[in-house]
């Protein structure tokens, strides 16, 4: 989801990598669930976070799509969010006691908070954002270790690809003025990254590298 924002106002002023210390607060988190609460549609899914999920849950994306996930359009682009349960305002997947039920394969936007992303000169890095978390007397950890996300290098080359092509889908949707060129675009996109399994049993990000390559042919037939 791209923002406008003043990295003065909601951060430390700092940029991190994954080998920095950042103070998050890591081992004396409350589990106050806060962070769960009133969020929306914000909760983005990528590829990956549907990866882990089916995996995780041993369901498909369409049965999430049932009351825990939904769509909108982020940015022209139809992309998948985690639904707040009716009523109650809170994520689908946080338990009644207020812990968090897919915890071992939480989306990345889970595992960043209170962390974001700053994105420049095709890659990106990490900034705090000092005011979402109001835990207090925060502890320094490593950015890799707060995420917890295995073959890190790996899952940030593909984030940084996954950006900048949905960058490139923007721009094409901004370009066009054909309703029927943008539909089509978005429910291929959607097919191909997300509705269509993922093999549980097969590393993932080979499956996006050919899924991606595939959706690279078809956006240049869309320019």
């Known amino acids: 989801m791209e923002r406008e924002i003043d990295l003065n106002q909601i951060s430390d002023g700092r940029l991190y990598l994954a080998n920095d210390m950042v103070r998050t607060g890591c081992n004396e988190c409350a589990g106050c669930s806060s962070c769960c609460r009133g969020m929306g549609d914000s909760i983005i899914l990528d590829p990956y976070d549907m990866y882990s999920l089916e995996r995780g849950l041993g369901?498909?994306?369409?049965?999430?799509?049932?009351?825990?996930?939904?769509?909108?359009?982020?940015?022209?682009?139809?992309?998948?969010?985690?639904?707040?349960?009716?009523?109650?305002?809170?994520?689908?997947?946080?338990?009644?006691?207020?812990?968090?039920?897919?915890?071992a394969f939480r989306p990345g936007f889970c595992r960043m908070f209170p962390l974001g992303r700053i994105y420049e000169q095709n890659s990106f890095r990490y900034f705090l954002q000092v005011h979402?978390?109001?835990?207090?007397?925060?502890?320094?950890?490593k950015v890799k270790k707060w995420l917890e996300i295995p073959e890190l290098g790996k899952y940030e080359?593909?984030?940084?690809?996954?950006?900048?092509f949905l960058k490139e889908?923007?721009?094409?949707?901004?370009?066009?003025?054909?309703?029927?060129?943008?539909?089509?675009?978005?429910?291929?996109?959607?097919?191909?990254?997300?509705?269509?399994?993922?093999?549980?049993?097969?590393?993932?990000?080979?499956?996006f590298g050919e899924r991606l390559e595939e959706a690279k042919e078809v956006a240049k037939s869309y320019r």
């Open 59 to 103: 369901i498909t994306f369409e049965s999430m799509m049932q009351d825990q996930v939904a769509l909108n359009v982020v940015d022209g682009i139809i992309q998948p969010n985690i639904k707040m349960q009716q009523g109650k305002d809170c994520c689908a997947f946080l338990s009644e006691a207020g812990r968090c039920t897919i915890h």
């Open 157 to 164: 080359t593909y984030i940084k690809e996954w950006h900048f």
């Open 169 to 207: 889908v923007q721009e094409i949707i901004k370009k066009t003025q054909n309703d029927a060129i943008v539909k089509n675009l978005n429910m291929y996109l959607l097919n191909q990254f997300y509705v269509k399994p993922y093999d549980v049993m097969v590393d993932f990000y080979h499956q």
């Open 132 to 141: 979402e978390c109001a835990y207090p007397n925060k502890t320094k950890v």
